[in-house]
């Protein structure tokens, strides 16, 4: 019913920059917090950032002033601007949004296929 769509991954020296983009679609009544979230080979996945409907932010310490994320609630878009990647930024990133399907519905939480993110040193 809900299908989120990552793109912007690949591969950057350290210290670039990437832009990774989620989009939403499918039957979408509304939609709370959109957050990005990422997983290295033998680790847990963790939050990297998150974002409300109302566009207040919140980073995980490992990300902040370095990476900035928004969204555009028209488009059901969150995006994720990161800058002076590290080596250890190295993971899939995953797209994670809290989606009402209708009025009389309560939330559910959905995540997308995953992008790769590699920073070479």
């Known amino acids: 019913q809900v299908q989120l769509v990552e793109s912007g991954g690949g591969l950057v020296p350290a210290g670039g920059s990437l832009r990774l983009s989620c989009a939403a679609s499918g039957t979408i009544f509304s939609i709370n917090t959109m957050a990005w979230y990422r997983q290295a080979p033998g680790k847990q996945r963790e939050l990297v950032a998150a974002?409300?409907?109302?566009?207040?932010?919140n980073y995980a310490d490992s990300v902040k002033g370095r990476f900035t994320i928004s969204r555009e609630n028209a488009k059901n878009t969150v995006y994720l601007q990161m800058n002076s990647l590290k080596p250890e930024d190295t993971a899939v990133y995953y797209c994670?949004?809290?989606?009402?399907?209708?009025?009389?519905?309560?939330?559910?939480?959905?995540w997308g296929q995953g992008t790769q993110v590699t920073v070479s040193s």
């Open positions: 994670n949004a809290d989606v009402r399907i209708g009025k009389y519905y309560s939330a559910s939480y959905y």
């Open positions: 974002i409300t409907s109302g566009g207040s932010p």
